[in-house]
């Protein structure tokens, strides 16, 4: 077996336990979102921002990948909403059997949100799936706009795209206009949201986008918040 | 033969492939030199500003890899350099191969420096000798302190860390002091030269180095500007 076809076998393997991963994520009504963005794109500022705000009593859950550290779960569980730290050894990229082996209990709590960020790393993560409703990418105005062309795999299969830290527009030599309408010569459905964790803009922009997702997930017509804790 | 093992092997065939390329580059007297960082650290803008500064008729060329288009090498093309894009399509990572075919012709002519930019990675390339004579690490202060602890491989590696946008120091949350205390950490010997791609702070000392560099390799006691044009 030569290397391509033992990636595909890979590959599939993933793409069966996804499938069984998103079956039960159904089953639960639970709105699942894997963040995809380059080191230092603000996913973790992003989550922080957002479990911040979410509505009291939303029963949400962070699962954060990365190579090393548990500094990113340290930094989310401030919110007081459980999260736990995949440290994938060296691997580049989350697959869907650490996020089966993590979230050992929460889906029969009735969670009702839940975020993963994935490894800092705009390509290999585009091509696992975890089970998620949608791959969301983040990136930040400091990256240069031609990055949707460079890295097209993830702004192609992204439903919705963060332009992050917009509150260094002043100080980079970036043209947000010319990134969205690359994101969107790539993928053009593709929503953006553009946002900076320092200042909070766009963030009620992005609770929009968040509830009218989970509204639209199915089993989400039961309320966001109930009285379950998950822990 | 499972992943692990096929993975091994790619890499020892990538090594063995790597061994002669170095044997070709050290006969060529050619310095070679890997920069790998995360998508957006700078490292195109950090080649545009070394080509610029680089003493007349420097006998230099640029390999540059991107997963899609060839922007980087249009963007490198400007400075009178010989410049070649490697698209990847699709891989997250330079390998020996790649290099190999994209060298065709270059060290014939004498070449005193070759530079060649990874794909935007902090992770992949890492695992890949490409028979450079060090990788340079390129991270940014819009990145976080951290990322020296997060994604350990290539900071161990790496003989140099290029610290890169400290124009940016006031405008974002970062504490230079510690990253490199974290790069440290986990490499008590790497070097560190903080940089401004826009200021041009922190250029003259990269000059240095790299002329120091280059004296190091044995064959380079030749002088870096010949007549030979490299094309």
């Known amino acids: 077996m030569n290397r391509v076809e033992i990636e595909k076998r890979v590959l599939s393997e993933n793409d069966a336990l996804a499938a069984r991963l998103r079956e039960a994520l159904n089953g639960a009504g639970t709105l699942c979102l894997n963040f995809i963005g380059a080191p230092g794109a ?25 190579i090393q550290t548990e500094n990113d779960a340290i930094r989310l569980q401030r919110y007081g909403y459980p999260v736990r730290q995949i440290c994938t050894a060296g691997a580049c990229h989350l697959d869907a ?7 050992d209990g929460w889906l029969s709590k009735g969670l ?9 790393n705009l390509v290999c993560p585009t091509s696992y799936d975890l ?24 702004f192609r299969k992204a439903e919705l795209m963060i ?3 917009i509150d260094l527009l002043p100080h980079v030599p970036f043209n947000a206009e010319l ?6 010569h790539i993928h053009p459905q593709i929503e953006i949201i553009e946002t900076s964790c320092t200042t909070g803009a766009g963030f009620d922009r992005w609770l929009e986008w968040l509830a009218a997702r989970a509204k639209r997930k199915k089993a989400s017509a039961k309320p966001l918040a109930e ?4 822990s």
């Open 163 to 165: 332009l992050n830290k």
């Open 112 to 120: 009702r949100l839940l975020f993963i960020e994935n490894v800092g």
């Open 131 to 154: 089970g998620e409703d949608a791959k969301i990418v983040v990136m930040s105005v400091t990256e240069g706009e031609d990055k949707p062309l460079k890295y097209p795999g993830i």
């Open 179 to 184: 990134a969205c309408a690359n994101a969107r």
């Open 97 to 103: 059997r650490m996020v089966d082996k993590h979230l």
């Open 227 to 230: 009285a379950v804790p998950v």
């Open 42 to 66: 603000g996913k973790t500022a992003f989550l922080e921002r957002t479990l911040e705000r979410l509505p009291i009593h939303t029963r949400a859950a962070v699962l954060t990948g990365d």
